[in-house]
C-alpha cells in the first residue's frame, strides 16, 4: 500500500482511509505552494499489505565485503512496492469534496486500514470488467492474427518480399533490420519508423504491389496493425514510372533518409513515387488509419534525359500530419525537383485520440502531437487552450519514450483512480545504446520510459482542466524503483501496466501517484512507484529545495582539509579506444573529485561540477517551451561517477569481458524538489560509497547521492547501485 505524505499529512492514495484530515487552513497560511517548497512535504513510501513477497534484498551473493554504514536494507520500507498486488484501485480518499477539500475519510485502527465494503465491491467489479475486456482484446487479436497466416501452412505471419519472419522482436519488428544498420547507432534526432523491415530493394513486381496497396505484403506483417485500415497505395495518382528501387537508407543522403531507383517516363512523377515509397517503407501510413498519400508539394524541372532518381530526404516528421519531404536528383540531367508527400486521413475524418486509429486510445502521432503540436489532437479538444504555451508535455525527440495506449479503463474527469497498458519500442540502433556505458539499455531510459507511460493518462484524466486559466507545469517529485530481472532490451517492445492511484487538487497546484510494471514478452522485469505534481509559476518560483531553503553544504565543504585525488573522464573519453565510457550525448560529466576512504560511510566519496551550457541538446527536448534538465539524467550522471570510479579502482582488471549493468533486486529511491534551468549555471553532484559487494563474477556498488543547483540542494538518490561483472550472453 502506498501512503503519501503531503505537509506532513499521511492519505492512502487507494482511497480507503487517512491518518488524519488536512487541514481546513492548509491553504490559506502561505504554505501550500508545491511540494518543492520542503524536504519533508511529499514523500512516497509502502506499508506491507498483502500479496506476494518481495525478493528479499539482504540476501548477498558470496564474499560480499562492505565498507562502513548498515548492509543494504532488509524490508526497509522506504518505497517496496507490494509484488503481486494487482487488484485494480478503489475510489474514495483520491476524490475531493466541495470546495477543493479532501474528502472525508475512513476511520483506521492503529496502523491497520480499515476495508470499506463498498470499496471491496467497487475494486472487485473494476478488476472482473478488466478481464472481460482484456479476454475480448486478446480473443480480437488471436481473429487478427490468423488473417495475417501465411497460406503455405508454415503458422507464420505473413512474409513480405525477401522478408526473415523468424527473430522479429514484437510490435515493430525488431531483428528485420539490416545488419549494416544495425551496427550504427542513430542519431538523437532521428526519425523513428514505425514499422521496421529488412527489405532495401525492390523490384518491378513488388512495386507492382504497392500500387494495389499491398504493403504488408511487401514490406512485411508489421507494416500492418490491428483495427488499422491500410488503402495507401503507391502511385494512386497516376501511372507508375518506376521500374524498380536499388537502395533504401533509413538514415542515408544527410542522415534522414535516401531513395535510388530507376524509373521510365516523367522525372516528377518519379520524384513523388520515390517519395511514396519511403513514406511507405517507414510505416507512417500507420498513424491514420484509412489514410492516402497526397502528393503536399511538387517543384521544380529536369531538362535531359534521366532514367535514375536519387531522393534525398530532407525531413520526416508527423506534426502537423505525417509527412516526408525530400529533393531529388536526376544524374545525367540538369535540375532537382522538391517534393513532400502527406499522409491524409479520409475526409471528414476525427484524428484525435481513439479516432486516428480505433483500435487504440493514442499512438505515435499523438505522442509527437502531446510533446510539440496540437495538444486537441493528442488529448481531445478539451486541452485545445494548451496548443503553442507552456503545459504539460511528453519529452520530444530522442527523449520521447512512449509509443501507444492500448488499454485504459479510466475517464475525463475521474482522477481518482485509472488502470493503462502502454507500449514503447526500443530498436537496437537508438541512440542511448549507442552512447551509453551499459550494456544494455541505461538506467535513465528506465526511468524514463516508465515515468512517461505514467505520467500520460494521469494527465489524459484532466486535473490541469480543474483549474482554467493557470499556467501549470509538470513535475517529477520521487519514487522507488527495482529491476526484477536483467534483460537485454534492444529490439524489444516494453509493455507498461501503470495504475493512476490518487489525484490531490490544491490552490495552485495538484498531485497524482502511480505505481506501475514493465514486462516484455509478458515477463515482468522493472517495477516501481512514483509521485508527480502540477505547479503554478508562483509555486515553482518559491522552490526551497529539500532543505527548506537552508544552506546544505557537500560532504566536500565540510572537510576542506580532505585529500583529493581526480580523474579526468573527459581525457578518458576523448580516447576512441577507451572501453566502458559514455560518450557524445550521454557526456554528462568531465571529471571526478574523489577522496578515498570518505564519505558519510567512510567507504569512498566522490564530487562532480559541470557548468551548463544554455545549448545543450536535452533543454530542446524537455520539454517544449518548458526547457529543464531531466531527472533521469542527473541520477544518470551519479552512474557514470560510479561506474568511472570503479574503473580506476580496478574492479575490471580481473574480468576478461567486463560490462556494466542495472543489478536486480536493489530498490532505488529518488526524491526532487527543484529542477536544472537552462541559467542555473552549474550542476553539482556527490555521491557517497555506502557498501561494495563482491560476487563471483563482478563487483556490485551501493551509493546514496545528492545534487545542487547554485545554493540549493535538489535531488537525493537513496540505494542507488552499479553492477560491472562479466559479459553474458542474455540476448
Excluded at 487507494?14 to 524536504?39: C, K, Y
Excluded at 526519425?191 to 504493403?215: E, H, I, M, S, Y
Excluded at 511514396?276 to 535531359?304: H, I, K, N, P, Y
Excluded at 541559467?679 to 560509497?689: P, Y
Amino acid at each position: 500500500m502506498t501512503v503519501l505524505e503531503f505537509d506532513g499529512i499521511p492519505f492512502d492514495p487507494m482511497g480507503s482511509a487517512v491518518a488524519a484530515a488536512a487541514p481546513t487552513d492548509a491553504a490559506d497560511n502561505g504554505e501550500h505552494p508545491s511540494a518543492v517548497q520542503s524536504s519533508d512535504t511529499v514523500a512516497l513510501r509502502s506499508e506491507n499489505s498483502g500479496g506476494a513477497s518481495d525478493p528479499d534484498p539482504s540476501a548477498e551473493p558470496a564474499a560480499t565485503v562492505t565498507k562502513g554504514g548498515p548492509q543494504y536494507p532488509d524490508g526497509s520500507p522506504s518505497g517496496e512496492r507490494q509484488g503481486g498486488d494487482q487488484v485494480a484501485p478503489s475510489s474514495g480518499n483520491g476524490s475531493i469534496a466541495a470546495g477543493g477539500a479532501l474528502a472525508a475519510a475512513s476511520p483506521r485502527v492503529g496502523a491497520a486500514r480499515v476495508g470499506h465494503p463498498l470499496s471491496e465491491i467497487r475494486s472487485g467489479v473494476v478488476t472482473a470488467h478488466r478481464a472481460a475486456l482484456s479476454a475480448q482484446l486478446a480473443l480480437q487479436r488471436a481473429v487478427w492474427q490468423r488473417t495475417l497466416r501465411a497460406a503455405t501452412g508454415t503458422g507464420q505471419p505473413v512474409a513480405a518480399v525477401g522478408e526473415q519472419t523468424a527473430g522479429n522482436g514484437p510490435g515493430f519488428g525488431g531483428g528485420n533490420v539490416a545488419a549494416a544498420e544495425m551496427e550504427c547507432a542513430a542519431a538523437e534526432s532521428a526519425f523513428k519508423p514505425l514499422a521496421r523491415t529488412r527489405l532495401r530493394q525492390l523490384d518491378r513486381a513488388a512495386l507492382l504491389r504497392l500500387a494495389d496497396g499491398d504493403v504488408a505484403g511487401v514490406f512485411g506483417s508489421r507494416h500492418q496493425r490491428f483495427g488499422v485500415t491500410s488503402v495507401a497505395r503507391l502511385a494512386a495518382a497516376g501511372p507508375l514510372v518506376l521500374t524498380d528501387v536499388t537502395t533504401i537508407e533509413l538514415r542515408g543522403g544527410v542522415g534522414k533518409g535516401r531513395v535510388v531507383a530507376h524509373f521510365d517516363g516523367d522525372p516528377r512523377a518519379a520524384a513523388v513515387q520515390a517519395a511514396e515509397v519511403f513514406a511507405l517503407f517507414t510505416g507512417m501510413q500507420l498513424c491514420l488509419s484509412g489514410s492516402t498519400l497526397d502528393t503536399a508539394q511538387l517543384s521544380g524541372s529536369v531538362a535531359g534525359s534521366a532514367a535514375t532518381v536519387e531522393l534525398i530526404v530532407t525531413d520526416i516528421d508527423l506534426v502537423p500530419r505525417p509527412h516526408v519531404s525530400a529533393t531529388a536528383h536526376f544524374p545525367g540531367a540538369q535540375g532537382q525537383v522538391q517534393v513532400a508527400v502527406t499522409i491524409a486521413e479520409p475526409a471528414g475524418t476525427g484524428v484525435g485520440p481513439g479516432e486516428a486509429a480505433p483500435s487504440l486510445l493514442l499512438n505515435e502521432f499523438h505522442m509527437a502531437h502531446l510533446a510539440r503540436g496540437d495538444q486537441s489532437i493528442a488529448m481531445g479538444p478539451e486541452f485545445a487552450g494548451y496548443t503553442g504555451v507552456r503545459a504539460t508535455r511528453l519529452p520530444t525527440g530522442g527523449l520521447l519514450l512512449v509509443d501507444r495506449v492500448i488499454e485504459f479503463d479510466g475517464a475525463r474527469g475521474r482522477l481518482d483512480g485509472a488502470t493503462y497498458t502502454t507500449e514503447y519500442d526500443s530498436p537496437a540502433d537508438s541512440w542511448y545504446y549507442g552512447d551509453t556505458a551499459n550494456e544494455s539499455m541505461p538506467h535513465f531510459v528506465y526511468m524514463e520510459t516508465s515515468l512517461q507511460a505514467a505520467l500520460l493518462m494521469g494527465y489524459y484524466a484532466g486535473p490541469t482542466l480543474t483549474q482554467p486559466g493557470v499556467t501549470l507545469s509538470l513535475r517529477n517529485l520521487g519514487g522507488t524503483a527495482t529491476v526484477l530481472r536483467q534483460i537485454d532490451l534492444r529490439d524489444k517492445t516494453i509493455e507498461q501496466s501503470s495504475r493512476l492511484l490518487s489525484t490531490t487538487i490544491l490552490p495552485g497546484s495538484s498531485l497524482q501517484t502511480f505505481d506501475y510494471t514493465l514486462s516484455v514478452d509478458g515477463e515482468p522485469f522493472y517495477t516501481g512507484e512514483t509521485m508527480f505534481g502540477y505547479f503554478s509559476d508562483e509555486a515553482l518560483a518559491n522552490q526551497t529545495g529539500l532543505d527548506a531553503g537552508r544552506a546544505a553544504p557537500t560532504w566536500l565543504d565540510e572537510h576542506a582539509d580532505a585529500r583529493i585525488r581526480t580523474i579526468d573522464v573527459a581525457a578518458r573519453r576523448a580516447d576512441p579506444a577507451a572501453e566502458l565510457c559514455a560518450r557524445h550525448t550521454l557526456a554528462l560529466i568531465d571529471h571526478i573529485d574523489v577522496v578515498d576512504g570518505g564519505g558519510k560511510y567512510q567507504a569512498g566519496y566522490l564530487h562532480s561540477l559541470r557548468a551548463i551550457d544554455p545549448s545543450d541538446w536535452y533543454f530542446d527536448r524537455h520539454f517544449h517551451l518548458d526547457p529543464v534538465i531531466p531527472g533521469s539524467l542527473g541520477v544518470e550522471s551519479v552512474i557514470h561517477a560510479v561506474q568511472e570510479w570503479m574503473l580506476d579502482a580496478g574492479f575490471a582488471d580481473s574480468l576478461a569481458d567486463p560490462v556494466f549493468r542495472i543489478p536486480a533486486d536493489l530498490p532505488f529511491s529518488w526524491r526532487y524538489r527543484g529542477q536544472f534551468l537552462p541559467t542555473d549555471g552549474t550542476v553539482e553532484l556527490d555521491a557517497h560509497i555506502k557498501e561494495i559487494r563482491r560476487g563471483p563474477h563482478g563487483v556490485t556498488v551501493i551509493v546514496d547521492g545528492s545534487l545542487w543547483k547554485p545554493g540549493l540542494r535538489i535531488y537525493e538518490l537513496t540505494d542507488l547501485a552499479v553492477e560491472l561483472v562479466e559479459r553474458e550472453d542474455r540476448r
